[in-house]
């Protein structure tokens, strides 16, 4: 499905646009360096290094709670611009979800995008926000975007946070993704240009793109299949296709 955020990151790359490229390693660098005049400690919100796993498998990431937190949590700490929609391929039901631009992480600037379920959420809920939407408008391809009713807004600021993408303004390398994040449990590599730096005990995926821009990944640790089962199906069917690729011939 094409929403403002996917678990391979592309179209929500591509859709988002171009990002002004800062200097990567001054801003994200060693852990022990901090930019000109910036303090040690950011006040605010915390840098998207900064995870904290709690012991019912929910977590604390970007300030907000994953698997506990709502989009009013989002709205609270973002601002009264942070845009709340259902977005919606053809024949689909869509997703319920958050776009901050810009989002402030410490010193970190990007944008966010906030993925959320309602509390026994149905696709009769969904189809009937769309129904009700002030209007609706195409994003990417056939991809749409509906935007709430005010009275229907305030139902969908209690919606449960499933998911946090962010997209850092700053070009990241693999030497600063481990510098700032640890050693990954899985460095997992999805095609020539993406490489993914898996860690599920903080239920985040950093996404290193050589041609394009980084994404940060985050879910609820005892969630955190939603990012690794698209991976192993991917690795599986790339095998398959190898295994039964014609032998080169002497």
């Known amino acids: 499905m094409k929403t403002w955020h996917t678990i391979l990151g592309a179209t929500t790359l591509s859709m988002l646009g171009a990002l002004a490229i800062v200097r990567g390693p001054q801003w994200f660098g060693p852990a022990s360096s901090n930019p000109p ?23 604390e990431a970007l300030g907000l709670q994953l698997g506990t937190g709502t989009l009013a949590d989002v709205r609270q700490r973002f601002g009264a611009d942070t845009q709340i929609a259902i977005i919606a391929a053809p024949g689909e039901d869509g997703t319920l979800e958050a776009f901050v631009d810009p989002a402030q992480a410490g010193f970190i600037a990007g944008k966010l995008v906030v993925t959320a379920e309602l509390p026994a959420s149905t696709s009769a809920t969904l189809r009937s926000l769309r ?22 807004e305030a139902q969908a600021l209690q919606a449960r946070i499933v998911a946090l993408n962010f997209i850092p303004q700053a070009s990241l390398d693999a030497d600063i993704i481990l510098a700032r994040f ?11 240009r993406q490489e993914h730096f898996l ?15 980084e994404l940060l990944q985050y879910v609820a640790p005892r969630d955190f299949e939603r990012l690794r089962a698209p991976l192993q199906a991917l690795q599986a069917a790339q095998a398959t296709s190898a295994a039964s690729a014609p032998q080169a011939t002497r």
């Open 199 to 213: 860690y599920p005990d903080k239920g985040l995926d950093v996404i290193l793109d050589s041609e394009g821009k």
């Open 37 to 59: 005049g910036q303090a040690a400690n950011t006040p605010g919100t915390p840098p998207p290094w900064l995870v904290t796993a709690h012991p019912d498998g929910s977590s």
């Open 131 to 152: 129904d009700r939407a002030l209007k609706s408008e195409f994003m990417e391809s056939t991809t749409r975007k509906y935007t709430l009713r005010p009275e229907d």
């Open 182 to 192: 640890g050693k990954p449990a899985t460095r997992v590599r999805s095609n020539e």
